[in-house]
């Protein structure tokens, strides 16, 4: 698989907002976006202040015991748009994670009729077909971050 660079961006929970915004600028184009990083990196932070961006009226938490949680927003044209928001830290492996119907979610995105927001995709990571995003958070200090954005492609 091919990587390239999409993304670098510095930011602190201040103005998470604006990193959002830079995100989805580049981001909207992809159905399938990873977010890997360290325990407390703030993986589930920034899902939330991107659903906010989105105009996301349901409630955005942490799926880390439902495993999946389902949020809509208006795409454009209004249209309804589907977003997967994913927690794979509990799994113990892709098995698991197709018996939780994760794959029906990835496979309703690449058909373009849903997103797929995924935490933790280190545990089953080959479940993920390319093309996806691959979004890693890194803590800096206590309220700082930097996110890479990498465009995962075959070769």
């Avoid at 373009?112 to 803590?139: G, Y």
């Amino acid at each position: 698989m091919r990587r390239t660079l999409l993304l670098e961006t510095a930011y602190t929970l201040s103005d998470i907002a604006a990193a959002a915004q830079r995100f989805w600028d580049v981001a909207a184009a992809y159905r399938i976006i990873a977010f890997s990083g360290d325990l407390g990196a703030g993986k589930t932070t920034f899902v939330h202040h991107l659903c906010e961006q989105l105009h996301v009226e349901d409630v955005v938490s942490s799926p880390t015991f439902a495993l999946i949680n389902e949020y809509h927003f208006a795409g454009p044209g209004g249209v309804d748009e589907i977003i997967y928001h994913m927690d794979w830290y509990r799994l113990k492996d892709a098995a698991e994670a197709i018996n939780a119907g994760m794959e029906d979610c990835l496979i309703t995105a690449s058909q373009e009729r849903a997103r797929c927001f995924i935490e933790w995709p280190e545990k089953a990571l080959n479940l993920l077909r390319p093309p996806f995003l691959w979004v890693n958070i890194s803590v800096t200090t206590p309220d700082g971050r930097i996110m890479t954005m990498e465009l995962v492609q075959q070769e």
